[in-house]
Structures are given as structure tokens and as C-alpha cells.
T-cell receptor
Framework: TQLLEQSPQFLSIQEGENLTVYCNSS?????LQWYRQEPGEGPVLLVT?????EVKKLKRLTFQFGDARKDSSLHITAAQPGDTGLYLC???????????FGDGTTLTVKP | GAVVSQHPSRVICKSGTSVKIECRSL??????MFWYRQFPKKSLMLMAT?????????EQGVEKDKFLINHASLTLSTLTVTSAHPEDSSFYIC???????????????FGPGTRLTVL
């Protein structure tokens, strides 16, 4: 059973479109991170959310942490080909000292 | 930003041999490092947590005698795949916990990964 479920698993869109990726769990997390990974490379940290209901923006990317700290979403406005990659959410449970990764969303943005 | 390096980036070995992968934090001290395994188009599977100066903590189902982890300094952790077999072929990625983050946030800087192919 996957602790963190991401949807959709695959997403292919045209440049300029908007999209939302979801990360859901039945567990409560003390914090949640979003990473982006390109083929053949390691993931790169995009953001950390900590407070229930928190919203953070990073240029065209908007991240939200659910009120109950069980879920999160990533919204991309006007997607560009450079946004192509594997997006991973990772939750940290209180005192766990380690992260559990979601199963990932592979995004392809076509020019 | 902080940099984590991995060496080698690719390795091909014969079945039965051992392979060592190095993970280095280049410009910061990493008390805690992690080792992950990733299958094609799949997510990261945590193998073990490596703490400097102490024994690694392995996840359930990961054989500690098969995957030897040593974290002898604050900037270096190594993963040795002993007696490798074709089913060990995978993409291995290490990470270092961001020093300011602490356990609650567990933000990580990742290495570029090592592609292991066992023939």
C-alpha cells in the first residue's frame, strides 16, 4: 500500500496550459516537500510546506498543503517545455526523520 | 546551493562482484545521508538512513549484508553492493539532509545518481 498517492501518474499537455498534480494520504505529515527530477539526474527540492492550509508560490508554481496536513497540490500556470520532468511529493511524519515519497507524476509539456 | 556528488555515475560489472558507490557533500557537513533505489519511471524507494559515526538504519526488506553502508565522515557515505546480481541493476541515488532542516523538515539535497548494470 502506497502511503502517498499522486495523481495523475502521467500528464502530457501543450505549452501554455495549466495543470494540477495531487498528492494524497490518510496519514498526517509534519511537513511535505515537492521535488522535480529530470531523466538521469537526482531530484531537486522545489518547496517545503509545513502549516495546514499553507500556500506557497514559486514563479508559475503554486503549492498548497491541506488543512489537515494529509494532502498537497501543485498547480502550474502556463506550462512551459522546461517544466517537463518527474514531480515527486515527499512527506515527513513527526519524529520519523525520513521521507516517504509519492509514486510520482511524469509531466510532458509539448512546445 | 549545496552540492552532493556521486561516483561513479555509471558502472557495469559482472555477476558476483562487489561495487562501491560514493556519496559526498561538497560544501557542507552532512550528519545524515540517505540511500535510495529507483526503478525506471518509478518513485524513490528508501533503502537506508546513514548517520555519521553510527550504524545505518535499514528499511524493512533491505538486506544489510547485501548493501553495506559506511558513513565514516561528515562529508562521505558509501554504499557497497556485495556479490551483485542482475536483479540489483538499478539507479541508486544518495541524498544529504539539509543541515538547517532537521528531522521535521528532512529537506534533502540529492546526488545525480549512479546507474548500476550487473551482467
Amino acid at each position: 500500500t502506497q502511503l502517498l498517492e499522486q495523481s495523475p501518474q502521467f500528464l502530457s499537455i501543450q505549452e501554455g496550459e495549466n495543470l494540477t498534480v495531487y498528492c494524497n494520504s490518510s496519514s498526517v505529515f509534519s511537513s511535505l516537500q515537492w521535488y522535480r527530477q529530470e531523466p538521469g539526474e537526482g531530484p531537486v527540492l522545489l518547496v517545503t510546506v509545513v502549516t495546514g492550509g499553507e500556500v506557497k508560490k514559486l514563479k508559475r508554481l503554486t503549492f498548497q498543503f491541506g488543512d489537515a496536513r494529509k494532502d498537497s497540490s501543485l498547480h502550474i500556470t502556463a506550462a512551459q517545455p522546461g517544466d517537463t520532468g518527474l514531480y515527486l511529493c515527499a512527506g515527513v511524519k513527526t519524529n520519523a526523520g525520513k521521507s516517504t515519497f509519492g509514486d510520482g507524476t511524469t509531466l510532458t509539456v509539448k512546445p | 546551493g549545496a552540492v552532493v556528488s556521486q561516483h561513479p555515475s555509471r558502472v557495469i560489472c559482472k555477476s558476483g562482484t562487489s561495487v562501491k558507490i560514493e556519496c559526498r557533500s561538497l560544501d557542507f557537513q552532512a550528519t545524515t545521508m540517505f540511500w535510495y533505489r529507483q526503478f525506471p519511471k518509478k518513485s524513490l524507494m528508501l533503502m537506508a538512513t546513514s548517520n555519521e559515526g553510527s550504524k545505518a538504519t535499514y528499511e524493512q526488506g533491505v538486506e544489510k549484508d547485501k548493501f553495506l553502508i559506511n558513513h565514516a565522515s561528515l562529508t562521505l557515505s558509501t554504499l557497497t553492493v556485495t556479490s551483485a546480481h542482475p536483479e540489483d541493476s538499478s539507479f541508486y541515488i544518495c541524498s544529504a539532509r539539509v543541515p538547517r532542516a532537521g528531522q521535521r523538515y528532512n529537506e534533502q539535497f540529492f546526488g545525480p545518481g549512479t546507474r548500476l548494470t550487473v551482467l
